[in-house]
């Protein structure tokens, strides 16, 4: 049996025990959600937004080791971003922040770029979340 260590990098393995900004945000400013249907993988992105630069975002995530560490750190990428300078943010960079994922679990930046897409969509749409068509975002 392969040890975790083995299959991941060490920055992988430190979002996966030790997750940055996770939980739900109270009062979002937009929420943006994403599934893997193959995998089964979930997250969801909440953004707390102030002129138009990310002043927080959290995550929600329900999946394997890389899911949860790629939501990790994509919302340590934005913290200070404007929501147009997220649009230049790719599966390969939050891959490159983590160290490299194994090729089988690449499909969790891909997740977490499809979050974030949606929770800028959901912004430069007045907040509402597009997975469920309400102001201020979704229930958790």
Do not use: W
């Amino acid at each position: 049996m392969v040890a975790m260590s083995d299959a991941y990098t060490e920055t992988v393995v430190s979002h996966f025990r030790h997750p940055q900004n996770a939980g739900v945000l109270a009062a979002p400013d937009a929420v943006g959600h994403a599934e893997n249907p193959a995998s089964g993988a979930v997250l969801k992105l909440y953004l707390q937004v102030t002129e138009g630069c990310i002043t927080r975002a959290t995550f929600l995530a329900q999946g394997c080791t890389a899911t949860i560490a790629a939501g990790s750190a994509l919302t340590e990428m934005l913290a200070g971003r404007t929501i147009a300078e997220t649009a230049g943010i790719s599966h390969a960079e939050i891959e490159g922040v983590l160290g490299g994922l194994p090729p089988t679990r690449r499909h969790a930046a891909f997740l977490a770029e499809d979050a974030l897409r949606s929770a800028t969509d959901a912004y430069q749409k007045g907040g509402i979340n597009a997975a469920c068509d309400r102001p201020g975002g979704c229930p958790a």
